[in-house]
């Protein structure tokens, strides 16, 4: 037998390696695209996760607090606050909900004392925190994070007193 000889061509291997070449290239263009995609992704999802948890927070705490003149807009160190009225053993508590230094923070305090705003626990940052009540019992809230995000809702109070309807 006789044993023939395989002659390599230039131009196949040529094209073997620019095949090669331009999977590799289309694989590195996909992990570029998909990097990018996956941090507009994860950006996206911080930015609702903070607005969302504060929502679902001022909600809860609203909630809780959904009697009769345990609802209230009022002012600490002169920022503007969200006020809840808790009473135990006879004693009012207010629990003040306001932004302070680009921190939306909660105090909870007696209600004959005086309270500082730099005393507050932080809650979320937010940029700005809006809070108006249009008519008793009905609340608007807007919410803006560090990045411009923007969230507003309303709520509004069933256990309102006879006098302010």
């Not at 345990?70 to 160190?77: M, R, V």
Request: hydrophobic share 35%; charged share 20%; aromatic share 12%.
């Amino acid at each position: 037998m006789k044993k023939r000889l395989i002659t390599r061509h230039p131009v196949a291997e040529l094209a073997s390696l620019l095949l090669f070449g331009i999977f590799v290239l289309f694989l590195l263009l996909m992990l570029l695209f998909s990097a990018r995609i996956y941090q507009q992704t994860v950006k996206n999802t911080n930015a609702e996760n903070t607005l969302g948890t504060t929502v679902s927070y001022l909600t809860t705490k609203f909630r809780q607090h959904d009697t009769v003149n345990g609802i209230f807009t009022g002012k600490l160190d002169n920022l503007s606050a969200l006020c809840f009225r808790d009473t135990l053993n006879d004693q009012d508590y207010i629990t003040y909900i306001y932004l302070d230094q680009d921190n939306l923070k909660e105090l909870f305090t007696s209600g004959s004392s005086s309270a500082n705003a730099s005393a507050g626990t932080t809650i979320a940052q937010l940029s700005d925190f809006q809070i108006s009540e249009s008519r008793p019992g009905f609340y608007s809230f807007e919410l803006k994070d560090s990045e411009g995000n923007k969230e507003t809702f309303y709520l509004h109070q069933n256990s309102v007193s006879k006098e302010a309807s």
